[in-house]
């Protein structure tokens, strides 16, 4: 198995260092899958753009982290499952709408239930919607405007959930009750 150094702003390259200074404001620390990414400053900063994006969206971050959430379980992609499972409950998600994500079902909550159905139906359909995946969205509420922040939110997700798949990284202490396995397929 390949081993990717998981870099701290010190020993990243030059041009990664901003970017993980960035992500050491936002949350506290550099997640170790960034720590990951910035052997290539081509990816991290790639991440980061989409990333900021993705907060700034009309979408809450109750609903974000279900998106990110619901992607990491879709992907199989441990390491952000535990990552999105703290912080989904750090933003006020219900512990039983972030269990279900966890074992693959809909969220009771009828809006994140919207958001995670969608958010599958874009990865497992490979971004081919059927006009009736879009419909349920906007029936809950939702405008055609969002299901294209909520591919945003699902291109974010992919660059973490396939950097973690490929590389990784170990899971920070604080985030180690939240770890999950994927299903063996």
Known sequence: MLNYPVHTIESAPA???????????AFGLIPNVAG???????????FI?????????SL????IQTVLLT???????????AFHTALALKEGVHREDVEAIRQ?????????????????????KRGRLDESDQRRFL???????????????VAA?????????????PLETQFEAFVWHAPIA
């Open 139 to 153: 029936e809950a509420g939702f405008d055609t405007a969002q299901i294209l922040e909520v591919i945003a939110v």
């Open 104 to 124: 693959g079902v809909l969220p009771g909550d009828a809006e994140l239930a919207a958001l995670s159905a969608l958010a599958r139906a874009l990865i497992g």
């Open 36 to 46: 990951t990414m910035a052997a290539s400053p081509v990816l991290i900063d790639a």
């Open 60 to 63: 809450t971050e109750p609903q």
């Open 157 to 169: 997700s992919t660059i973490t959930n396939y950097t973690s798949s490929v590389t990784r990284p």
């Open 15 to 25: 041009q990664s260092r901003p970017v993980l200074q960035q992500l050491q404001q």
């Open 71 to 81: 992607n990491a379980v879709a992907n199989a992609s441990e390491w952000p499952v």
């Open 49 to 57: 753009g989409v990333f900021q994006r993705v907060h700034a969206s």
